[in-house]
Structure formats: C-alpha cells, structure tokens
C-alpha cells in the first residue's frame, strides 16, 4: 500500500484507518491559514487540535493530539476569529469510536517482574 510518497510495506488501508494515535482526514474540520504556514484543524475524543497536513494519514503518532501541544489551541482559533466551542459542538460526530479491541487488564507487579528476567 501507498500513502503520500512513500509505500507502508504490509499495510493495509483500514490498519491506517484504526489508528489510535494517528490522524485520519476523517478527524479533520477544515484547514486554515495561520503565520506559519497552513495548519489542519482536527477533532478526536479530548476536543480540538491543530495539525500539520504532513501527519494526516499516516500510520505514525501525530504529536499534535498529546496534551502539551493542546494549551493554545483556543486562544489560536481566537485569532484566526473562529469559536472553539460552537466548532466541537457541531463536529462532534467526527470523533472517532475504538471498537473492536478488547482491553487485557494487566497487573503492574507481574509485569515489573517480567522484565526483571531480562
């Protein structure tokens, strides 16, 4: 399979689709012009991000969802004179739903131990 330039070697199109860290064009609202250059405004399960075009599609993490990169979102859609709210309100139904996987609860202790065997 092939995304963007460069070929993913056994990857299928719904792995890239799944992907829990990345973003997909599924999760984008629009794209908008800031100083820097353009940016994508995107929505998943913690509210709204702006991220770069580059990451869109790609089966790797965006570092754009992770908190840190969240704090100025709001005061950044400010300037460009959108509101943050009404925006995740009416795009609510983009967030993504992980279905499908089941969560294996692990004990901490057993798992420290493990990795002691080395």
Known sequence: ??????????????????NRFGTTSD?????????????????????????????????????NRYAGNRKDVAARLNALSLDADSLLEQNRHRIPKITGESKKKVNPLKASKRSMKG
């Open 1 to 18: 399979m092939k995304i963007g330039n460069r070929p993913i070697r056994n990857t299928t199109r719904e792995e890239v689709m799944n």
């Open 27 to 63: 999760m984008i609202i629009q794209t908008v012009q800031e100083k820097e250059g353009c940016a994508c405004l995107a929505i998943d399960e913690k509210g709204l991000y702006l991220t770069s075009p580059a990451y869109v599609d790609r089966p790797l993490a965006d570092p």
